[in-house]
């Protein structure tokens, strides 16, 4: 059997951890030939490929990013892209295919496993920690550690200052980078999508937080709204699946503060720096299980399925079902955080 790989969406620590693992058991324990796929779904729309073998992924565990590259190519949007793929699996005598994603590759796995017979299995990955069906995803957490480091850091010069520092992190429409990193690095207001803010309740917090001789830290996800309006974004430019550019909250967080209450008040968005470097020891660790149970789906020809971790099981489940709605930050657990407000 010759397996394809490819690596969808957005990068983040954890990639190469899941292809070293796929490949080293797929060849150790199966036999299994193996060929990347360049750029996410381009690669297949292409016919874009480099080799897989155990030397091509031997050191790649510690590595952040991915040695397949990655895109937001959509093949359903593209012209011809189911045939294109079907033409070029064909081509390279490919039985299978592994996608590793966020919620848009892994809905293109679903959509050709479920509706054209391509068979699929799906890994799931992505930084914001929002595919449904499984407790986390590998990324989540160095994205978490990064966010958590960096408002450490800004206390002390918020502190030195006496200034507002506004930090705005990731997540798209989920809040789990935002409440945990903002949870762990003590800041005074956490804002999420999940829940609209009121502006002058912000304000409110940070007034509490200097007439208490200290400076507020202020963490606020890419995607939060206040209560009046709506997305605050810097440009109002789309992806390839239709998905608006987020970013540019932070910035007006920053300037409203400061004009309603007076005070200094500063930005720092994390960025893609979220996404880079080497993957935390807990990543590592849930990739490589990831990876070594994808290709268990394979052998066993459980097709249109993902991996999940559920507990400390990990799981198969429908890519359909794990896909079909955002896991988002529960109110109550959101409401724990709120003691530390202010």
Sequence with gaps: MRVGVLTGGGDCPGLNAVIRAVVRKGVQEYGYDFIGFRDGWRGPLEGETVPLSIPAVRGILPRGGTILGSSRANPLGAGNGVRRIRDSLAAYEVDALIAIGGE???????????????????????????????????????????????????HTTA??????LVVEVMGRHAGWIALHS????????????????????????????????????VVVAEGAMPTQGELILKDGSHDSFGHVRLSGVGEWLAKQIESRTGKEARTTVLG???????????????????????IDAVRDGDFGMMVALQGTDIVRVPIAEATARL????????????????
Aim: aromatic fraction near 10%.
């Design 104 to 154: 848009d590759t892994l809905g293109v796995a679903a959509t050709l496993s479920d509706e054209h017979g391509i068979k699929c299995v799906g890994v799931p990955k992505t930084i914001d920690n929002d595919l449904s069906a499984t407790d986390y995803t590998f990324g989540f957490d160095t994205a978490v550690s990064i966010a958590t480091e960096a408002i450490d850091r800004l």
């Design 272 to 294: 893609h720096v979220q996404r880079g470097g080497t993957p935390s020891a807990f990543d590592r660790w849930l990739a490589t299980r990831f990876g070594l149970h994808a």
């Design 159 to 164: 502190e030195s200052h006496m200034r507002v």
């Design 327 to 342: 896991k988002t930050v529960d109110p109550a657990l959101y409401a724990e955080a709120g003691v530390f407000f202010g």
């Design 182 to 217: 903002g949870l762990a690095g003590g800041a005074n207001v956490i804002l999420i999508p999940e829940q609209r803010f009121d502006i002058d309740q912000v304000c409110s917090w940070v007034t509490s937080r200097f007439g208490a001789s200290y400076a507020p830290i």
